[in-house]
């Protein structure tokens, strides 16, 4: 027996991963064999314990674990004793680290109980320490594995796995893998969304919630107990609504229905910082519970954030046509600019690039002149709509919804067409790299490239087997979009709320002339052509294929 005294700590481990079923792994009962085996040998004195309960194995920055090493490092103990190697750790390399470098270098004793190491009597470095240490490892690594593949399973499935839910919902009762609607926080999400599409900007939007005294999405879920993110910007202490909250939830395509799983992973089991993975690694499931927000005010949504959303000094307000107004000759944005003479202010949009900038034809419109022309080409372009819509009632509708279902079966076939030439270009490229043909550059850039335009071409069939699967349903968006022009029937004023819903771009082509791309324009023309078809079908008394 040694003379010397050991002034040791009891490290004790337990993770969530660990098997609870095993009761030899429990805190208590690891505290018990450490006592027990302190008590069998008087030259060792038990001056700490340190216990992380909850943490991986697999990482070496736990909260107690940092604190004995600072104990270590002090010259306070020189002893460590626990139930077995893998309580220290199970990366393989970070625990040999440890045992042959660190412990050493500082003259500490290690013991691990069940697995017979004492460095007091081995090296640390023998053979069964490193096949332990192996071991412990690719015990980590199978569970990773183990746990992604039941979580890809899960998320494929439509299962929420996610800790915290998103802000507006909660998780059933019934089943805690699907969210449904928490009333309170779902009609302020529907609030921030109206006063978005009324021509709010971000920030101000916030301003309005705070004054309200409404709690911010971390404030409430802290205020009723329920689990919140603990980084980054949940950090501060006191959350207030802000721009950036505010954009995160009119962003969030959660609130139509949409499931979004997986944005976000480790590379491995070993490293746990977050990285974004590319949308086509993205767990996506439609319908997967109800939604806050009508998938068309979502859309419309995401068409204001992309545009130019300026403000005017001192205005809590969007400009009337911000984003929308853009030159017809080179495709600038116009800018809105003020001008004062004597009492009176003038308000003019012109094109910032200019001659000097190489726009040929730079135009240049009194704002209240341009008002005037939108207001009457939106009130004639609803008229159109309606006359349309009560042409199609007084046409055969099966033989117009037969042309309009032959249309997007055409266009579904050629999209196909396309995805299976992107799926033969992919299957070729490896192939090409390996033979040299292309440089593991260009094999890089194609191959992200046949990504995004196979993601795209996916995303547009899905949208079309939608559209046509409505259209055999009787329930054909053609009415939804056509409801979303009569609603503003009678309009006598033109204001933010009304561009953004009904216009998707007005280019300036001169001091006269203007050309207004209206929203659903694709759909007025499709619902067109096949109403004129069966028109001239029915005239005729032929059917055309």
Not at 111 to 116: F, H, L, R, S, V
Not at 418 to 436: A, C, D, P, R, V
Request: contains cysteine; charged residues 30%.
């Amino acid at each position: 027996m040694s003379e010397k005294q050991y002034k040791a700590v009891k490290y004790i481990r337990l993770s969530y991963t660990d098997d609870k079923a095993n009761e030899s792994d429990s805190v208590a009962n690891q505290r018990k064999l450490l006592d027990s085996f302190i008590e069998g040998h008087p030259d060792i004195e038990a001056v700490l314990e340190k216990v992380d309960d909850g943490w991986s194995g697999i990482l070496f920055d736990r909260p107690a674990f940092k604190e004995m090493m600072t104990e270590i490092e002090a010259g306070n103990i020189n002893c460590v004793i626990v139930k077995d190697l893998s309580r220290l750790g199970r990366d393989y390399i970070e625990t040999g680290r440890h045992l042959r470098r660190i412990f050493p270098a500082y003259g500490v004793r290690f013991i691990a109980i069940n697995d017979n190491i004492d460095t007091l009597k081995d090296s640390g470095d023998d053979l069964v320490v490193s096949v332990k240490s192996i071991i412990n490892d690719a015990y980590c690594r199978d569970i990773s594995v183990k746990t992604r593949s039941a979580l890809s399973a899960k998320r494929s499935n439509g299962d929420y796995v996610g800790a915290c839910t998103v802000y507006g919902y909660k998780k059933s009762e019934e089943n805690k893998n699907r969210l449904e609607i928490d009333e309170y926080p779902a009609g302020v999400v529907q609030n921030i969304f109206k006063m978005k599409l009324d021509g709010m900007s971000a920030a101000r939007i916030a301003d309005e919630l705070n004054s309200r005294g409404i709690l911010s999405p971390l404030a409430y879920k802290k205020d009723r107990g329920l689990p919140h993110p603990k980084k980054g910007y949940a950090d501060k202490a006191d959350a207030k609504w802000s721009a950036t909250t505010v954009i995160r939830i009119l962003k969030d395509e959660t609130y139509t229905g949409t499931l979004l799983q997986g944005r976000q992973g480790t590379l491995n089991y070993k490293l746990k910082d977050l990285i974004d993975k590319p949308k086509s690694e993205w767990a996506r499931t439609e319908d997967a519970h109800e939604a806050i927000i009508h998938r068309q005010d979502f859309d419309l949504v995401q068409r204001l954030l992309r545009l130019d959303t300026r403000t005017s000094p001192g205005s809590d307000a969007v400009q009337l046509f911000s984003g929308v107004l853009i030159c017809g000759c080179c495709g600038s944005r116009m800018t809105r600019k003020t001008d004062r003479y004597k009492d009176t202010v003038y308000h003019y949009y012109y094109c910032p690039t200019g001659k000097k900038g190489g726009c040929k034809s730079p135009a240049r419109i009194k704002e209240s002149e341009l008002t005037d022309c939108v207001l009457e080409s939106l009130k004639a372009h609803i008229r159109n709509v309606a006359s349309l819509e009560a042409l199609l009632e007084s046409t055969d509708s099966k033989a117009v919804e037969s042309r309009l279902a032959r249309r997007i079966e055409a266009q579904i076939a050629e999209n196909e067409h396309q995805l299976k030439q992107i799926g033969g270009f992919k299957s070729t490229l490896y192939e090409n790299m390996i033979k040299g043909i292309i440089s593991t550059e260009d094999y890089k850039t194609f191959r992200a490239k046949y990504a995004e335009d196979g993601n795209c071409l996916q995303h547009a069939v899905s949208t079309l087997r939608q559209e046509l699967e409505n259209l055999r349903n009787h329930k054909s968006g053609r009415l939804l979009w056509m409801e979303h022009f009569k609603r503003f029937e009678g309009l006598t004023e033109l204001d933010r709320k009304t561009v953004a819903h009904l216009i998707q771009s007005v280019r300036i082509m001169g001091k006269t002339e203007l050309q207004i791309t209206f929203n659903y324009q694709m759909e007025y023309e499709k619902a067109l052509a096949a109403c004129s078809e069966a028109i001239s079908t029915k005239s005729t008394g032929t059917e055309v294929a």
